[in-house]
């Protein structure tokens, strides 16, 4: 499978370790092995200088906006240099050659258009390769399935959960050309990676990114392996941090995700915490890449339930139900705290007994949930990030 940049993305490690040393010490005047002692940048110190108060050139300079989705309190602004954007677009053409594109290939972008870095990230990755983008947005799912069809496009880019409200509208699987779908966004799990290519007959890769960092492109995975996806190491300096403590963690132990950016310049960060949990390798990949690479987000920082004592992520929960005969992936969790205690309701689509889910749920992760099973299209279907935890504390 053709590498974008193959010049960057198969440096062998000594050779990108001394690019990164130097972009470092450029952007920022640090060392790589002081690294470890200097700061974190939060969320929070980008919200308090909202809008603009952490630009490091002129807003003339900057020549596109965007924001964070801001599900969790106000949106964060970040803001985008010329040559920011071009860092960007090889970034995502990375991602989109990583997923078997090619000059030609026509691709579907179903991320949202706007404020959202999704759309326009994968857009302008798409033109960077050379493909024939369909900037379909979201919305109007009927239509998206028609597009799919007529324009015949082989790579579709979504949520993966707005993959599966296309896919409820999709009539004969036979009418699509789809060979890969480039999802990420919102956390997601092996067993949606099968629920998603088995309902496209597609190969599901995952891409990753935060609107603080870039967007989607900090990292991806390759068809190949798929096998975690690998950071743009060029560009993003990765390390993974004890989220208390706030030590390093070895490679291949799950802690919260830390970037540097190496190359940005309207708003470069040093040490900014994701609060997204994962792992990182720096074995080789059988792709010929030499960036690390990070596994599945597992969960985010703030996004642990914790049921009657039981501490458990919602893609846990995610697991035990698309591993189970007869469930649909879609669900919900009802996270209510009627007497002092929290009580947690699973609702999930499909055809199976509720005390069966309820045990399977005990014995696998120790959880007491009242199970509701569903008639199919009782939940309401995403077409961006899934809202998945119905918080009623
Ligand atoms: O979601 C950027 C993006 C767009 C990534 C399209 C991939 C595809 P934000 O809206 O700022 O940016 O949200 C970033 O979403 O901190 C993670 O918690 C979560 N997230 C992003 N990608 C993944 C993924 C975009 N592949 C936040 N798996 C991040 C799990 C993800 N969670």
Known sequence: MPIFQPELETMPRPELAELQARRLRERFGVDLEALAQQPFMTKSRLRDAYPFGLLR?????????????????KATIVAYTRNDLASWADCCARAIAAAGGEAGTVVHVAYGYGLFTGGLGLHSGAE?????????????????????EDLGAEILCCTPS????IADHVEDPLLLRLRS????????????R??????????AVDIYGLSEVMGPGVSSECVEARAGAHVNEDHFLVEVIDPASGES??????????FTTLTKEALPFLRYRTGDLA???????????????????????????????????PSEIERVLLGMPGLEPHYQ????????????????????NASDVQSQLSQVLGLSATVEVLGAGSLPRSEGKALRVIDKR
């Open 162 to 165: 707005y993959a599966l409200t």
């Open 279 to 313: 792992s990182v390798t720096r074995e080789p990949c059988a792709c010929g890449r030499t960036f690390a690479r990070m596994s599945r987000i597992v969960g985010r920082t703030d996004d642990m339930l914790i049921i009657r004592g039981v501490n458990v992520f």
């Open 194 to 203: 099968e629920a998603v290519e088995r309902a496209f007959g597609l190969t």
């Open 249 to 258: 963690v070895p490679d291949g132990e799950v802690g919260e995700l830390v």
């Open 128 to 148: 960077r390769l050379g493909c024939t983008v369909v900037p379909a947005s979201v919305g109007n799912t009927p239509r998206q399935v028609q597009l799919l």
């Open 333 to 352: 969790l009802v996270v209510e705290r009627p007497h002092r205690l929290d009580e947690l309701t699973v609702q999930v689509e499909g055809d199976a």
């Open 57 to 73: 050139v002129p807003l003339s300079d900057c020549v596109r906006i965007h924001a964070s989705s801001g599900t969790r309190g």
């Open 181 to 192: 779908g480039i999802f990420g966004a919102e956390p997601w799990t092996e067993e949606m």
